[in-house]
Nanobody
Framework: QVQLVESGGGLVQAGGSLRLSCAASGGTFSRYAMGWFRQAPGKERELVTAISRRGSSTYYIDSVKGRFTISRDNAKTTVYLQMSSLKPEDTAVYFC??????????????????WGQGTQVTVSS
């Protein structure tokens, strides 16, 4: 079973950047596809981006394409989310999640088995 701990959230002005990290422990990290999700107040949790086990494939929702970049370092058992050109509508609690899989990319929320506690990202206008 893998444990996930996010860090790097905070308050930033619109147009700014943040880098989130998600450190994994307790499992064989390279066996897990990873995803970053977010949940804004009053809204459902949504997948923002996902990455395959070896990092060769990625997926982004349309609203973050060109602004966010997901990456992973399997040696450091960490996945990252680089966020640039942030907008107020990006304000949310961001969660990382993991799922053991032979699939390339996992985009279905229900398939993710392990979740971090979340980190708050607030973008001021």
């Amino acid at each position: 079973q893998v444990q996930l701990v996010e860090s790097g959230g905070g308050l930033v002005q619109a147009g700014g950047s943040l880098r989130l990290s998600c450190a994994a422990s307790g499992g064989t990290f390279s066996r897990y596809a990873m995803g970053w999700f977010r949940q804004a107040p009053g809204k459902e949790r949504e997948l923002v981006t996902a990455i395959s086990r070896r990092g060769s494939s990625t997926y982004y929702i349309d609203s973050v394409k060109g602004r966010f970049t997901i990456s992973r370092d399997n040696a450091k058992t960490t996945v990252y989310l680089q966020m640039s050109s942030l907008k107020p509508e990006d304000t949310a609690v961001y969660f990382c999640a993991a799922t053991p899989t032979f699939s390339d990319i996992v985009v279905k929320t229900s398939r993710y088995d392990y979740w971090g506690q979340g980190t708050q990202v607030t973008v001021s206008s």
